[in-house]
């Protein structure tokens, strides 16, 4: 298992999703990623994922999701495929993207998901 940053990234599971996704997005946008050991993009996607965490320093947070072993949660966002990257600000989903994407993408996203935070609640996505 890889070591996580235990700031900015960190394994969820069905226990403590509401704990660790709905109620921290409240004070910090989450990034959850919901992906698979056996999924190439999955492989791609996560170490982009990781390093953009570190390079935000805690300005979102990136939270872990092992489909295989919680597939209520990616039942409870209704994934599709694999890697799935939903958004949470202030404890709603806000936007979302599957499959691998490059850093640019993720940058741009990010930076949207933080600024819809800093504007405060909003309806979901």
Known sequence: MKT???DYIYNVEEIDFDKLVVERSHQTPILMDISA???G???V???LL???AEAYEGK???????ADENMKIAGRHKVRGFPTVVAYSHGVEVDRFHSAQTEGFLRRFIDSVIERHAAGPQQSA
Request: neutral net charge.
């Open 37 to 39: 050991e056996w999924c």
């Open 60 to 66: 979102f947070l990136l939270a872990l999701v092992d």
């Open 50 to 52: 990781h390093r953009v």
């Open 45 to 47: 996607l996560g170490p």
């Open 4 to 6: 996580h940053h235990p």
């Open 41 to 43: 993009p999955c492989k």
